[in-house]
């Protein structure tokens, strides 16, 4: 009723889980779920989502970690979209446990490293391990030891990533955050116009560098980023249920050039305007 499509998982209990994506829905669904006590890892080929509390666009071709926590997750999904995406969930057991007790004294303290990942698109090494998951074939003791082989190589990668990303420094006042927030509803309600960084700064009471700084620290983006991620969030639910024509939708999420929009479209939902529209409404 919902939609079409399949699911795999391969686990190991207490330990991990693999889980492979290819489906869609029939309609713009939201979602709100708790996620699991683990760690995962997940390479989105396609994706067309929305999170939200706070706003985030989840694009295709990104790398995202989440860590399980007790605040529900709240997310947008649309219609027609094939979700398809590799990931990776570790247990408490396995890395609490079982990396713990192998390895007492190099052991890393994994949930900064799933932290520092967040979401990204630069992490091909993460893109190529997961994509080689995928398209595995095997079975019996083959298939549990190359799957545990990879599971341990994914997270020497996660560590990896962390150490040599630079240190985001000390976490945010509540009050720079509130801020932000204020300078991120003022977007959310004027993306499709001109907005620039001395506006935003007045909203914000702060310099523009400061600003900057704070806005990619808070959101995990840029301010430009995250205008470009609510136009093409607009555009897409355009595309899906109106009849306005490209260059109509283009105009009204704030660009004058189709060509330009087009490729920015494509490089975050992974398609064109006219294939996105094609497939939602189909």
Aim: glycine share 8%; charged share 25%.
């Amino acid at each position: 009723e919902t939609g079409d499509g399949t699911f795999w998982i391969y686990g190991q209990k207490d330990l991990f889980n693999i889980k492979i994506h290819d489906f869609y829905l029939h309609e713009d669904s939201l979602f709100e779920f708790l996620l699991p006590g683990c760690l995962g890892i997940t390479y989105y080929e396609s994706f067309s989502a929305d999170e939200l509390s706070p706003y985030r666009r989840v694009s295709a071709g990104c790398v995202k970690a989440f860590i399980g926590k007790e605040t529900p997750y709240r997310v947008l999904m649309h219609k027609k979209i094939p979700v398809r995406s590799i990931g990776i969930e570790v247990s408490p057991g396995y890395y609490e446990g079982y990396l713990l007790k192998q390895y007492p004294k190099e052991f890393e303290n994994l949930v900064h490293a799933f932290q520092a990942v967040d979401q990204t698109e630069h992490f091909p090494e993460m893109v190529r391990l997961l994509t080689q998951v995928k398209s595995y074939r095997g079975d019996g003791i083959e298939a549990k030891l190359f799957y545990e082989g990879k599971v341990a190589e994914a997270i020497s990668l996660m560590v990896g990533f962390c150490k040599h990303r630079p240190s985001g420094g000390a976490a945010l006042s509540s009050e720079d955050s509130r801020r932000i927030e204020d300078v991120s509803a003022y977007i959310n309600d004027h993306f499709a116009h001109d907005l620039p960084i001395e506006r935003l700064a007045k909203i914000a009471c702060m310099g523009t560098t400061k600003l900057k700084n704070t806005f990619k620290r808070h959101h995990g983006c840029t301010i430009t980023e995250y205008v470009q991620q609510r136009r093409v969030s607009h555009a897409e639910y355009l595309l899906a249920h109106t009849g306005f024509s490209i260059g109509d939708v283009v105009q009204m999420v704030g660009y004058q050039n189709a060509s330009h929009f087009s490729e920015l479209f494509r490089e975050i939902t992974g398609l064109l305007p006219r294939e996105y529209r094609k497939m939602s409404q189909r």
